[in-house]
């Protein structure tokens, strides 16, 4: 292990410089990842073991066991000192210094035992009812769902509406196409957030206010989308469209296809950033979505959080099935992902 | 799974197809071969002029209109009185000065985070882009885990640290391991101020990271087989060739970081509100509640605000092609 980590191209020492650079990725890595793991390891801790301080790493929960006589479940305490050390006992009640217990085995007999000379047991136990919950307390399918259906639409006509744009801009002479792109481009300059209020307007105005459709129209035009399709197809030779054209392709067939086919890397790196960009949107919608009932994962998680400041065993559940998807989407797609914003610049 | 996944695509590729054929087909006879260009360009143009260039208009127009009427029948022309209102300062270095108070503390608070956001995170990335960019053992697995939280959305962001940073969190636990004091992060001005500038970096860095990584693979590695057969010093190669071949790559990041940390809100919107008080409200967040969130709207207001911050960033652009030229410039000559 030690040798392959310190190996290194062409020789085999390790000089200050690896070892500050190690130190750095080491802390890194923790600053990164541990705040994300922490919360993926708290959202499985009961309401109880998350109110406990100084919280305990794992989720462990106290032991309880049902004993013949008593109605309640009792805690069970492993005995550490005293006559009877090594004991597993159930607590009935505590008087000052000392505590009643009683052995599940033979409920008759009650034992005093010092109060130092016990630790509560633990059992090692996933919480999954912080999950189960969301879906019969909270309503989760309804904001997944209203989350998916966003996503999944407004990609979809993103994807249409910049590649038939791109496809002209790029495979056709027309007066005016130098105009067009540069106006598209210079709207790169404009980003919605300084027209937060007439794009308000202009969807209450059309009676889209409180429907996923105020979240996908105003998103699906994006200059970004333009550019960066409008660059790829430049690459696709115009003979191949000339010789479909022979053949009395329509130009609605060329595009479709010719061009979107060999496109297909550049409209898979558009697919994954507008899946991105709506699934995380969260200012646009706070906006416009107003009723609970249409409000996305985003804006659940945050009303959530804001009304039940108290239960975080649902709100952590929650919060790690929103983060869930776009980390599986990460883990088999990161290589598309980052060479895909390294070389266009977007995000 | 896959193949059925695979099929559905395909056949909603087909459907579409089929179901735009025959009226573009149409459509395409119609208007002639010559104008054929217009037509693929149509849904775009559209959709470009109802929610960009129409609201562009319509922001000067809401701008220069009174009352919290969202008909523009309803509402008085007020000429520029919502700027004057957002401008009426005795001092613009002291925000309790102004008459829009908040708007002037919101300005402060921007300038501050912008200067250390910005600031800060360039520099980590620079550190980072350059460690990653050195012969190590699993370099791709790190360039993932820097790169992670940009793809987490900013209320996940904002929840994951509000969960260490409460009062009885886990820092706070950590902190009273080692015997010093808890504190109560987000309730103290200066310390939420920190963390938002703090979480803030934590989720944008990344991006960066791999801007930067991309600019520092693109120098010629002749470049530094040359530098090593003079036996150059460490230094002097990143200060002499390094450095200066990043250059263009560092001004697209530091303007790009410029532009996006004027509009900041999400992140912070979720972990603090803009408190304590109005200790971390920024601008978007004052044209937000002033639009939206509180009674009455202000639109006019909003809309001046907003106006305010395109002039800021507009002149950051500027910058930027500026920038950008002059570079060009120089290295052809």
Request: aromatic share 14%; proline share 5%; hydrophobic share 55%.
């Amino acid at each position: 292990m030690k040798r392959f980590l310190t190996r290194r191209r062409g020789r085999y020492r390790m000089d200050w410089m690896d070892w500050l650079s190690w130190g750095y990725l080491v802390v890194g890595l923790l600053l990164m990842l541990g705040p994300v793991l922490w919360l993926v390891l708290s959202s499985f801790k009961t309401e109880t073991a998350l109110a406990e301080y100084p919280p305990r790493l794992l989720p462990l929960s106290a032991v309880t066991a049902t004993v013949e006589g008593h109605d309640a479940p009792l805690p069970l305490f492993d005995i550490t000192g005293g006559e009877h050390a090594g004991r597993q006992l159930a607590e009935i009640r505590r008087i000052g210094l000392e505590a009643q217990m009683v052995d599940p085995a033979a409920p008759g007999e009650t034992i005093s035992i010092s109060i130092d000379d016990r630790t509560p047991a633990r059992e090692f136990k996933l919480a999954t009812e912080n999950y189960t919950s969301l879906f019969s307390r909270f309503n989760f399918m309804l904001y997944f769902w209203n989350s998916v259906f966003i996503t999944v639409v407004a990609t979809i006509l993103t994807v249409l509406v910049n590649s038939m744009a791109a496809f002209a801009l790029s495979k056709y002479r027309f007066r005016g196409r130098t105009t067009v792109f540069l106006l598209i481009i210079a709207t790169l300059m404009i980003p919605p957030t300084i027209n937060l209020v007439p794009i308000f307007i202009v969807v209450s105005e059309l009676g889209l206010v409180n429907s996923p459709w105020a979240v996908i129209w105003p998103a699906i035009a994006t200059p970004t989308g333009v550019f960066l399709l409008r660059q790829y197809m430049l690459s696709i030779p115009d003979d191949l469209l000339d010789a479909a054209r022979m053949d009395h392709a329509s130009e609605w067939r060329v595009y479709w296809k010719i061009v979107m086919p060999l496109s297909a890397p550049a409209l898979a790196v558009l697919v994954i950033f507008s899946m991105m960009w709506r699934w995380n949107d969260f200012l646009w919608p706070l906006i416009v979505l107003n009723r609970s009932d249409e409000f996305t994962l985003q804006l659940a998680l945050n009303s959530f959080q804001g009304e039940l400041q108290t239960s975080w065993s649902n709100l952590l559940a929650m919060t790690v099935l929103t983060l869930l998807p776009i980390t599986i989407v990460f883990a088999f797609l990161q290589k598309y992902i980052t060479t895909g914003i390294a070389q266009t610049g977007v995000k | 799974m896959s193949g059925i996944v695979r099929r559905a695509a395909a056949s909603l590729y087909a459907f579409t197809f089929n179901l735009f054929e025959r009226p573009m087909l149409a459509a395409q006879r119609a208007v002639g071969m010559r104008r054929v260009a217009w037509l693929f360009l149509l849904p775009n143009l559209v959709a470009f002029a109802l929610f960009t260039f129409l609201p562009i208009g319509l922001n000067f127009v809401y701008a220069l209109t009174g009352s919290d009427a969202i008909l523009l029948a309803d509402r008085p022309f007020v000429g520029t009185a919502n700027f004057a209102s957002l401008l009426d300062c005795a001092s613009y270095l002291d925000p309790n000065s102004c008459r829009r108070d908040i708007f002037w503390r919101a300005v402060h608070n921007t300038g501050w985070f912008v200067l250390l956001q910005v600031g800060f995170m360039v520099a980590l990335a620079l550190v980072t882009a350059l460690i990653l960019n050195r012969d190590i053992p699993l370099r791709g697995f790190f360039r993932g885990v820097f790169f992670y939280p940009v793809l987490l959305s900013p209320v996940v962001v904002a929840l994951i640290w509000k969960w260490v940073l409460q009062r009885y969190g886990v820092l706070n636990a950590g902190l009273e391991e080692i015997g010093a004091e808890p504190v109560n992060w987000l309730v103290r001005a200066d310390w939420a101020f920190f963390w938002v500038v703090f979480v803030s970096i934590w989720a944008h860095m990344g991006f960066y990271v791999l801007i930067l990584l991309a600019g520092l693979q693109a120098i010629p590695a002749h470049v530094y087989e040359a530098a090593e057969m003079d036996g150059t010093s460490k230094w002097r190669v990143f200060s002499r060739i390094t450095m200066p071949l990043l250059m263009p790559t560092m001004v697209v990041v530091l303007v790009l970081s410029l532009i996006r940390a004027v509009q900041a809100f999400d992140e912070i919107y979720v972990l603090t509100g803009g408190g304590p008080g109005s200790a971390t409200m920024l601008v978007l967040q004052y044209i937000y509640e002033t639009g939206f969130a509180s009674q009455p709207r202000l639109f006019g207001l909003a809309a001046a605000a907003s106006i305010l911050m395109a002039v800021v960033l507009f002149v950051l652009t500027l910058g930027q092609l500026w920038l950008t030229r002059s570079r060009a410039e120089g290295d052809s000559r």
